[in-house]
Structure formats: C-alpha cells, structure tokens
C-alpha cells in the first residue's frame, strides 16, 4: 500500500512540470496577483502544491500559502490569487485571495513548490539576492515593480533559474513586459507549445463576442461590460438618483433638474474648473505662469538690458559692458533695500526716514580696557541719526570683524564688545566709516 501511494505522488509530481505562472502583475495600490497555468494533459490536484516566498532579500521561504481545500485546475486553465483589496477588474478574474499583508513588491521572490518533496516548479525573482527595486525583465529595468508579466505561449513549462527565465532582451527572455495595471491578458493563458489552440468567442450574448480568447459575461449586478449599474432611473452608469423633475426628463449630462453638471470635483452645479495648471481649483486663482527666475506666480520681470530682475534701464556704458553684480556704470553694486549704490547692509533699516540727515557728527569717546586680553568694550557718541559701519581691522587695512552696519540713533552712547580671542596678540584699529569718512581708534590685544 505504502508503495502505491509513493507511486501515485511521483506520478502527480511528474505530470505537474507544466504547472507554471502565467502572468505576474505588481500594480498600483494593492492591484496584485499571481496567475498559474496547468499546460498539462490531465487535471491537477492544486493541493499537493503550494505558494512560497520570500520577502525583503531573505535566504530562505518566509511564508506559505496553500490552495483552497479541495482544488483542481483543469488542463489549459489558470487560477489567480489576488489581494483582498485589489480592485474589481481584478477580483472578476480572482479564484482565491491573500490578506494585504501578504501582498508583494517588485523585489519579492515567489515559487511553486511541491508541498511533498520540497522541490520548485517554476520561481520569480532570486532568493537570497533582492534589488532595491525589481529585477530586469527582457530588457525592461525594474520590470518586476510597477509591470505586468506575461509568459509567452512558446513556454510549456516552470523554470527555476530566473536569470535565463527573465532573459536580456525581449528574444530570449520567457516574459513580455506590459505597463502597470494592464491586466488585459488575466483569466486566461495561449500556450502554443502545450497544445491549446486559440479560440473565438462565438457566443453573441457575451462581452467579447467575436474575439479570440473564452467568453467572458456580465458581471453579476451589473449592466455593461465596463461593471457599471443600473442607477434608480435604469440608467446604465448613470447618476444614481430620482430628481423632481423625473427620469425621463432629466437632460443628457445633467447631474440634476436644473440642467446644472458636474464640475471638476464631482459637485452638481459647482464652479470648480481646471486652472492653468491642470488643477481642479475652486477659486481658480493659481498663478501657473514662470517668471524669469523660473518662479510659478512670481514677479521678476526682465529689465531693458535683458537681465531677469535687473536694475531696469539702459546705461550709458551699454548693457553689454555693465558688470555681473553691479546696477550702474560706476560699479556701484544694489544694498540691502535694493538701492543702488546704498549703504545699508541690513535690510531691517530699509523704512527708516534718513533722507537729508548728515552723517559726520560722531565720535569714539572709549575703548577699554585698553590693552585688553580678550574682550575690548568700545563707545561711540552719536551726535544725530546717521548709518554707520564699524569694524575691526588689522595693520594691512584687512576687516577683521564687522561688529555692527546699520542705523544709529541721535544723542546717544552706543557700547559695542569685541571678542578677540581667537585672534593673535598685535595692534588693531577700531573704525567707524560713513560714506567717505572714517574715524579709527587704536587698540592693543595682549595675551
């Protein structure tokens, strides 16, 4: 007895080397599935087998997944197992579902494998060897991820080397590499070399009446091939409501008795409409023009010298000889209020009224201690509101430090600290410039 039964599973095991997957497809969402194919002669009993894979380059079968209880596959036909959650084009075709935690990416491998030995008929992708995306397809880079594969009828069974099974092109790989969710060849497998014939649906009740491929029919509930319904006024994927004015009048594309459509977002009568950005923009005011600067709404305008921006006027040394950076002839470069040739450099003093004011009435009334080791507080007297710089510079005239560039305040003592610790021990000069003057103050750091 024991002998008949091993005899009768190498005999099974045998006949399933045309068990294969047919189609593969890892679409948007949790649109995915695993199509497999019986090439075979005979019926096969799909629970002697199982789905394995493994997820996330791991080095052995993470999971399993067994057929439905009592399953058979007749010969040239397929059975698909889906997401729960994939959508209804999907489902239509789906024999049997896996939970959504279960679904795959483009670098998961999956196999068939024969529950009894251990033994692999046919595998997707490379155990032990992930990519960061997918594997190359005939070709197609990362044509696991985001594609859709479909074995080619000249294959009549599994392959277990996926290198020579994915192929380098599109002649010698065993796939053809379809967009994301195109699942136009799923629900059914041509396999030329296993002896199935193409066939014509000649059944004229049926949604592809006239085509090649086994009829397919009306969904349950539903009125058209596309899966739409009848809405309350038996319209065919119509609106889905009795309005006042009833069925029978309501006009062609009216969402409601008033003539009124759609808009953009799906509101009856609503005024939402594309922008120029190709937006459903309710109050339509996007701005999806680029200025100069490459700046959606932006306001930077080319000036007469064709600089995106610029000071916006011809000057008398020609836009060709106006230096990079400069707004003028003159060299003179915009400050901090945009002005140019100014001198503030902070733009926080841009709305101060200093039009007319005079800026030499200052003085350095101290600086202590002096020498000082480190820190050095320096006071200068401000005789009226002026803009001053007020630097620390070395015996080559080099800035050492700014400590302040910006407005002061009239009739007052403004005390500035220096911290010279990270400079070396020598002789500097503290000075305070406002436009062409200047007044310095020697100071000595000793440590």
């Not at 490379?126 to 696991?144: E, H």
């Not at 080099?398 to 403004?414: P, V």
Request: glycine residues 10%; aromatic residues 8%.
């Amino acid at each position: 007895m024991n002998l008949i039964l091993v005899l009768y599973l190498n005999i099974g095991i045998i006949m399933s080397q045309n068990l294969f997957f047919s189609e593969y497809a890892e679409g948007s969402s949790n649109n995915k599935y695993l199509e497999i194919y019986n090439g075979s002669l005979e019926t096969i009993n799909l629970n002697y087998y199982q789905l394995v894979n493994c997820r996330n380059d791991c080095d052995s079968w993470e999971h399993s997944h067994q057929f439905n209880e009592n399953t058979t596959l007749n010969k040239t036909d397929v059975w698909v197992i889906c997401a729960v959650s994939a959508n209804d084009v999907i489902q239509a075709e789906c024999n049997q579902t896996i939970a959504n935690t279960s679904i795959f990416n483009g670098n998961d491998v999956w196999a068939i494998q024969v529950i009894n030995s251990g033994g692999l008929l046919d595998i997707i992708g490379v155990i032990g060897d992930a990519p960061s995306s997918g594997w190359d397809v005939a070709g197609t880079s990362d044509a696991t991820k985001d594609h859709t594969l479909v074995r080619k009828e000249s294959v009549q069974s599994g392959n277990i080397d996926w290198t020579s099974s994915a192929g380098t092109n599109s002649t010698n790989s065993e796939w053809i590499v379809l967009d994301t969710d195109d699942f136009t060849n799923l629900g059914s497998h041509t396999c030329n070399a296993c002896g199935e014939n193409v066939s014509t649906c000649e059944d004229s009740s049926a949604c592809n009446f006239g085509n090649e491929g086994e009829c397919t029919y009306l969904l349950e509930n539903k009125c058209d091939c596309d899966g739409n319904e009848l809405d309350e006024c038996d319209i065919c994927g119509g609106p889905g409501a009795i309005y006042e004015c009833g069925c029978s009048e309501l006009n062609e594309g009216s969402c409601d008795c008033n003539f009124n459509v759609l808009d953009c977002l799906d509101i009856c009568g609503g005024n939402a409409i594309l922008d120029n950005c190709g937006t459903c923009d309710n109050d339509n005011t996007n701005d999806c023009t680029e200025d100069c600067a490459g700046i959606w709404g932006g306001n930077a305008t080319i000036d007469e010298c064709g600089v995106c921006n610029g000071p916006g006027a011809m000057y008398d040394c020609g836009c060709d000889g106006l230096t990079e950076g400069t707004c003028d002839c003159d060299g003179n470069e915009l400050d901090a209020c945009g002005d140019c040739a100014g001198n503030i450099l902070d733009s926080a003093n841009c709305n101060l009224e200093l039009i007319g004011i005079q800026p030499q009435n200052y003085k350095m009334i101290n600086a202590y201690p002096n020498p000082f080791n480190s820190n050095i507080f320096i006071s200068l007297q401000n005789m009226e509101n002026t803009i001053v710089k007020f630097d620390i510079i070395d015996l080559n005239g080099h800035i050492i430090s700014r400590i302040y560039s910006g407005y002061l305040s009239s009739h007052n003592a403004h005390t500035f600290l220096w911290d010279g610790t990270e400079n070396n021990s020598g002789i500097y000069f503290a000075r305070i410039s406002q436009n062409k003057n200047i007044l310095t103050h020697k100071i000595v750091l000793l440590k």
